[in-house]
Nanobody, 113 residues
Framework: VQLVESGGGLVQPGGSLRLSCAAS????????MGWYRQAPGKQRDFVAR???????NYLDSVKGRFTISRDNAKNTVYLQMNSLKPEDTGVYYC????????WGQGTQVTVSS
């Protein structure tokens, strides 16, 4: 199983980024897909999840700013991040959860002026 994130980078406060996570080696449509982030010196925290039935869950602080979506035909999950804040800075990890849990290698998001 491989999860490969992309789309991170440096953005100014108020800006937007779209993260992608391409999955392979698993029955993607059966998995609940999520995004987590880890700020320097802190634990890895939940950000958003989209279930296999397309239900979504979000961390309270990103509701209304972030949108998670999935394309089962492309085995890809996305995280659209708008109105970014400095506190959104961290390494963003893709997660796949069903019969097992898998993680990607992470992509850095830095929100700074």
């Amino acid at each position: 199983v491989q999860l490969v994130e992309s789309g991170g980078g440096l953005v100014q406060p108020g800006g937007s980024l779209r993260l992608s996570c391409a999955a392979s080696g698993l029955t993607f449509s059966s998995f609940h897909m999520g995004w987590y982030r880890q700020a320097p010196g802190k634990q890895r925290d939940f950000v958003a999840r989209i279930h296999s039935d397309a239900r979504t869950n979000y961390l309270d602080s990103v509701k209304g700013r972030f949108t998670i979506s999935r394309d089962n035909a492309k085995n890809t999950v996305y995280l659209q991040m708008n109105s970014l804040k400095p506190e959104d800075t961290g390494v963003y990890y893709c997660n796949a959860l069903y019969t097992a849990t898998y993680w990607g290698q992470g992509t850095q998001v830095t929100v700074s002026s």
